[in-house]
């Protein structure tokens, strides 16, 4: 599992440090094809607020696939609520806000 941003900005640094967390606690919102690569799907998850309050954690993985098994994962996308990302503080806001951006429940 890789976290991916380039330059590798304050809110994707606290996304790797909540890494664990998010994988162990997050709530699958949907997934959509990866428009750039063809052997990739792109899933949304949401995962509550460590502390019991405030924003949760909405994340974005690529999951790269070859004959029909994941080969590697990638953390594109992290909101937290800082640094003017958006900020999700219920599962139905991120469920909103995923299916927006294209993804769907399979």
């Known amino acids: 599992m890789a976290v991916h941003h380039h330059p590798l900005t304050a809110r994707y640094t606290r996304d790797s440090q909540k890494l664990a967390y998010i994988i162990d606690n997050s709530v699958f919102l949907g997934q959509r094809p ?3 690569r ?3 799907m792109l899933i949304a998850v949401w995962a509550p607020p460590s502390t019991g309050r405030g924003s949760g954690f909405y994340a974005c993985f690529r999951i790269r696939h070859a004959d029909g098994a994941a080969t590697s ?3 594109y996308c992290f909101y937290d ?3 003017g990302s958006p900020s999700l503080k219920s599962v139905e ?3 909103h806000f995923a299916h927006k951006h294209g993804f769907v429940r399979p």
């Open 34 to 36: 990866d428009p750039e």
């Open 38 to 40: 063809p052997h990739a």
């Open 73 to 75: 994962a990638t953390l």
């Open 81 to 83: 609520g800082a640094d």
């Open 93 to 95: 806001a991120a469920h």
